[in-house]
């Protein structure tokens, strides 16, 4: 990078805070912070924030710990986090972020406070309805980006088309694909399924002039064995799918995990595979997808899963740098533009 990015991290937040954050910070140095200059605005108890860097060289010499002695709990709800979360570590590291002090915000703590007060501070785009949450998916070949993962549970079609535009610049800013396909998913790629509000978002895109690399409907198997880059579903069901998806790995690894430990042969047979065994642990290890991203806000806020270890939170660390590299606000911004200037000339009413 041309000059030093700043990220604002909380590191109150999260199951495990704030040791897991200042793990991940140092494990992100350790493996990939040579390849870019980034310092760590990091909010919270600066006595056992200072304890934890002592241990973490890396970190120590790339931050500034600012002391905040409230956090907002996990448990907390949305509404009372945003009443009485001002100076928490998590307000302050979203804040930063306002005031111009940092370029991305990150915390693992509760999700619901983290949307309400990013909102709140930061607001959405001009002419954008509703923000959403994205988040990365493995797919046989790489990653895939799914959105809406749990921030609007009911969407209209104006509400799913912005998430198109929104998902498409974010898919490019991470893995710098030019034009990365888009599928609405659906309970069938046949053009009379699926109810009014995606029918009206699939026929929107279907007909745009703006570009898109739009392929129509998805079903639910093709998030994870499909080859469509961008997924766009509601938040309801899309959170859905994500914990169903989680469960099932976990599930996968459960039998794995019990069938090697069968018996003595099993055991035997499993060394033998042991890169195999290796490479498919990887390649279902939920570390590699950690990181949301909140799209359609006047800044980048991401949220890392509570209950991921320091390899985990490293991964977030590493979407914010590259949402930085890329100048993806800019790009967001554009494509919106675009997309409403569009709207007004067609008279799109959702």
Known sequence: MSKPFIMSVDAMGGDNAPDIVINGLEYYLKTQGAEHDVRFLIHGDEQAISNLLDKAPLTKARS????TDKEISM???PSHAVRRGKDSSMWNAVEAVKEGK?????S???TGALMGISLVQLRTMIGVQRPAIAAIWPQP???CVMLDMGANVDCNASHLTEFAVMGEAYYRALYHKDKPSIGLLNVGTEELKGNATINMAHERLQNSKLGLNYRGYVEGNDISFGDVDVIVTDG???NIALKTAEGTAKLVGHYLKASVQESLWSKFTSMLN???FKRLKKRLDPRRANGGVFLGLNGVVIKSHGGTDAIGFANAVSIGVELAEFDFLNEVEGALNALHDEDEDIGFVA
């Open 274 to 276: 042991y890169v195999g």
């Open 108 to 110: 693992a703590g509760n």
């Open 102 to 106: 940092a370029a991305v915000a990150l």
């Open 75 to 77: 448990d907390a709800k």
């Open 141 to 143: 070949e790489g990653m």
């Open 64 to 67: 500034d710990v600012l002391h």
């Open 236 to 238: 309801f069901t899309g």
